[in-house]
């Protein structure tokens, strides 16, 4: 067998944690503070050229650095309070700075989230961001807590930003250019769900934001939460239920399973809950404002499966998102 | 007055904290854990092309991009516990990772540190680690606590890693090879002061480490600690007492001084400590193992100043490093 690219990465970084404070995170890593909270730290990296066009609005840049980062808080259930900003610019570019920070501050500040150091280096165009939040102690939402029985749900719609990088790459075209535009906006001023993430603590009982498409992401969940429960789970997804924006569902049948299940970049909330909490999921979603959808369910057995409106599983292989292959 | 580029950019970042709990640090910054610790945090990038040679070894490299975010640590009194790593490369080359993880791994293990989380990405080959480290509460060492009177300390010796190189650009020759190779070992595998940054706690009054030459970095503590006791304070240097190794004492008396004082990459600690404390100075870097001198003394009145041996001030500037001016 061989191995993966990114497994080949874990076998190099991957060791058990030797303090218990300190346990290997998951979505993020969380640390113990004061006053029965735990800080919940983690760090995304953007690269010119790939997670962005080198020409990219630098207002927006600001605000995606920080929302891929809040999507992975958001994950955990955690309030954002922090964060380090190391930036590595091919020159001081006094527009492109003040843009920048512009976009940042613009979603920091809607966290009150404050700048606690970083590093400025010159080189490439990248930013690595790394963030702090805080959940109440034993609450924070892992992806290890799913059982067999509970529903899937994820918020929002799926696609959209796959839409709009294939519509830049010419491989797709949408409906109408105001669907184009909303499917731009999901790709470069992702809103992470922050207040969903923490609306869902007590009543979800696992959570993965989907940053490398649904399959993917809901995979992981799968995978963690079979470790912890030691017995093999696996999910159904009903493809008529993905929730689709305007733009996808008008795209071919094919895509439109494309986009919502390896797309990437969603920064959407995949979640599970016992089916009696259903009542509370929504009640949830209605207290952060962002609609949130029943997808399929967790099942005993193995895979992720996704099957259409007859019943019958779909064979063919979605392509997950991998930044090494694409 | 024209801002210089650092100033600019931190225009653009430099914000007043919000919580109380999440202070703006130093060479840390400082977080609330339990039981009477707190949690010092700091991030460094290292960029391919600027920080090191595209060629670099790796397990040095690995070794490097700990070393330097260890030595913030060093400077706070920190006791290392964990680190995240965004890892940006190229491709993903196993002999490179399975080298740059075992440099890593070599100085993670000797600080017991777990690596908690963080990111792989494809692109230009950059590092960005975040490390954290406990130190007992109020005992971190700051920049700001520097007073008139208190003596300027400076661990091991400086200008090794400028000496090194500027004869890699073929600037500067090493009066032996061997001189040489212990510069280069100075530049690609420095050792942080962690052992003596905890042992200091209680006894100097600032820190630094010394990143970016030991006039610019001694230039923020007597600047922060200026602010702190609302009153201008100033630094003498005594040049004759600089520590230096046998290669850089066998340049010529101008670099001597331009590698000493404004050479970057030292990752010695600059530290500052009452008079009276000298021998708790000298017993602490005895318990360190690692050699300490005393280099001068803070002032009432601005500015650091350099004294040659008949006390005359030298006049002459030393560039101070600045990775957009190299």
């Given at each position: 067998?061989?191995?993966?690219?990114?497994?080949?990465?874990?076998?190099?970084f991957?060791?058990?944690?030797?303090?218990?404070?300190?346990g290997?995170?998951?979505?993020?890593?969380?640390?113990?503070?004061?006053?029965?909270?735990q800080?919940?730290?983690?760090?995304?990296?953007?690269?010119?050229?790939?997670?962005?066009?080198?020409?990219?609005?630098?207002?927006?840049?600001?605000?995606?650095?920080?929302?891929?980062?809040?999507s992975?808080?958001?994950?955990?259930?955690?309030?954002?309070?922090?964060?380090?900003?190391?930036?590595?610019?091919?020159?001081?570019?006094?527009?492109?700075l003040?843009?920048?920070?512009?976009?940042?501050?613009?979603?920091?500040?809607?966290?009150?989230?404050?700048?606690?150091?970083?590093?400025?280096?010159?080189?490439?165009?990248?930013?690595?961001?790394?963030?702090?939040?805080?959940?109440?102690?034993?609450?924070?939402?892992?992806?290890?807590?799913?059982?067999?029985?509970?529903?899937?749900?994820?918020?929002?719609?799926?696609?959209?930003?796959?839409?709009?990088?294939?519509?830049?790459?010419?491989?797709?075209s949408?409906?109408?250019?105001?669907?184009?535009?909303?499917?731009?906006?999901?790709?470069?001023?992702?809103?992470?769900?922050?207040?969903?993430?923490?609306?869902?603590?007590?009543?979800?009982?696992?959570?993965?934001?989907?940053?490398?498409?649904?399959?993917?992401?809901?995979?992981?969940?799968?995978?963690?939460?079979?470790?912890?429960?030691g017995?093999?789970?696996?999910?159904?997804?009903?493809?008529?239920?993905?929730?689709?924006?305007?733009?996808?569902?008008?795209?071919?049948?094919?895509?439109?399973?494309?986009?919502?299940?390896?797309?990437?970049?969603?920064?959407?909330?995949?979640?599970?809950?016992?089916?009696?909490?259903?009542?509370?999921?929504?009640?949830?979603?209605?207290?952060?404002?962002?609609p949130?959808?029943?997808?399929?369910?967790?099942?005993?057995?193995?895979?992720?499966?996704?099957?259409?409106?007859?019943?019958r599983?779909?064979e063919?292989?979605?392509?997950?998102?991998?930044?090494f292959?694409?």
């Amino acid at each position: 067998v061989s191995l993966g690219e990114f497994e080949l990465i874990d076998t190099y970084f991957r060791r058990p944690a030797r303090h218990a404070a300190l346990g290997v995170g998951d979505d993020c890593a969380l640390l113990e503070t004061p006053s029965g909270l735990q800080l919940a730290v983690s760090c995304d990296t953007l690269v010119a050229g790939r997670h962005f066009a080198p020409d990219a609005d630098a207002r927006s840049l600001g605000h995606k650095a920080l929302a891929v980062n809040l999507s992975d808080l958001a994950a955990c259930g955690a309030r954002p309070s922090a964060f380090l900003l190391a930036l590595t610019l091919p020159r001081v570019d006094e527009v492109f700075l003040a843009a920048f920070a512009q976009g940042l501050w613009a979603l920091a500040d809607l966290y009150a989230m404050d700048l606690i150091g970083g590093d400025t280096t010159s080189g490439p165009l990248s930013m690595t961001i790394t963030v702090f939040g805080e959940v109440p102690r034993g609450q924070a939402l892992l992806r290890s807590g799913a059982r067999a029985g509970d529903d899937v749900w994820v918020s929002g719609t799926l696609g959209d930003a796959r839409l709009a990088l294939e519509a830049q790459r010419g491989r797709l075209s949408a409906a109408t250019p105001a669907l184009l535009d909303a499917a731009r906006a999901r790709l470069d001023r992702p809103s992470p769900r922050v207040a969903l993430g923490q609306a869902l603590r007590g009543v979800a009982s696992a959570a993965v934001d989907v940053s490398d498409g649904l399959l993917a992401d809901l995979g992981h969940v799968v995978e963690a939460s079979s470790r912890a429960a030691g017995l093999r789970l696996g999910a159904r997804i009903d493809a008529g239920a993905l929730p689709l924006s305007e733009g996808v569902a008008a795209l071919a049948p094919t895509w439109q399973l494309d986009c919502a299940l390896a797309g990437g970049d969603d920064y959407e909330l995949c979640f599970t809950a016992p089916a009696q909490l259903a009542t509370a999921v929504e009640a949830a979603a209605g207290t952060a404002g962002v609609p949130v959808t029943r997808i399929g369910r967790i099942e005993a057995g193995g895979g992720v499966q996704v099957l259409q409106a007859d019943g019958r599983r779909i064979e063919r292989e979605f392509g997950g998102f991998d930044h090494f292959l694409s």
